[in-house]
């Protein structure tokens, strides 16, 4: 049965990818899936070859005959959005593909068809497969991406028997971080330890635990603040959460992924230090 882990956090900026990249040092098989569509970055660390990529329509949006048009006017008066101007030009940044244009004209000019609104990829790594999704800046529908880089990976998965799925989630509790762990096996939530962070951990638990997927939390820069972590440790108690990692700040990580590694390849013994094995055990990814 796969074990599908993802990776989440309340904000961008935690660390989240770090520990995606830190986790697949440690394991010998696996599909990883990088579904931050909005600002994937994963790629950057995980060298490989392409073995394709695809356009990914997500949505449709309204293609005007101008030929055949009348200049009626009615999509223009009708369109809430303001996509279509008044002589008759659609305004593609503000289109939300609700296809009321189409429906409404009377020479039937206007016709609803794919638009692109990303990429899927496909790259092979050292140990095994690599997907991730790249949605075009200021386009909607994150969240059909997110699912589609996810059926991609679990089909790799399924394909090359492979027990273990990585996923690095999207920031925040938005339709794209809930595509991201519905039906998952478990969820990794990464906070700090700040007021921001225990409320950020709080709001992204909640939304886990609607979805009723097993929770377990790790604190990056824990040595950040004292109280902070201790605010968080209480709160995991008084959730019953487990609180599987406190990850120091350590320079020679960022030295390490400064020079495009994976971060315990430039700091083994500090992550012997962490027992990181023993928290992979923990998730159940080794």
């Known amino acids: 049965m796969l074990n599908e882990i993802v990776v989440i956090s309340g904000k961008g900026g935690t660390g989240k990818t770090t520990l995606v990249a830190a986790m697949l040092a440690y394991l010998d098989s696996v599909v990883v899936a990088d579904c931050d ?19 990914f329509s997500g949505l449709q949006r309204p293609t005007i005959d101008k030929e055949t048009c009348i200049s009626c006017g009615l999509c223009h008066e009708h369109c809430k ?18 296809s009321l244009c189409a429906y409404i004209c009377p020479t039937k000019s206007i016709t609803m068809q794919d638009a692109v609104v990303g990429t899927i990829y496909h790259r092979s790594i050292a140990n095994g497969d690599f997907v991730y999704g790249r949605l075009i800046p200021g386009e909607e529908t994150s969240g059909k991406l997110v699912s589609a880089v ?11 028997e492979i027990e273990t799925m990585i996923i690095d989630g999207a920031p925040g509790i938005a339709c ?22 225990l409320h950020d ?5 909640e939304l886990v635990q609607r979805f009723r997927v097993k929770a377990t939390v790790v604190v990056n820069k824990s040595d950040l603040s004292d109280e902070g972590l201790q605010a968080i440790r209480n709160y995991c108690h008084e959730e019953g959460l487990l609180l599987a990692l406190e990850i120091p700040f350590n320079r020679q990580i960022v030295e390490s992924i400064s020079a495009l590694k994976l971060p315990p390849e430039g700091a083994p013994e500090f992550y012997r230090t962490l027992h990181f094995e023993k928290f992979m055990q923990s998730i159940g990814a080794l």
């Open 37 to 55: 569509v909005d600002a994937p970055d994963l790629h950057i660390l995980l060298h490989g070859e392409e073995i394709y990529k695809s356009e």
């Open 201 to 205: 951990l709080q709001r992204v638990y």
């Open 176 to 197: 794209n971080v809930i595509a991201s762990i519905t039906g998952a096996s478990q969820v990794v939530i990464v906070t700090e330890p700040t007021v921001s962070g």
């Open 150 to 160: 996810r059926q991609k990976a679990k089909q790799l998965a399924h394909q090359k």
């Open 81 to 98: 959005f303001n996509a279509i101007t008044e002589g008759i030009d659609l305004l593609r940044s503000k289109c939300e593909g609700c």
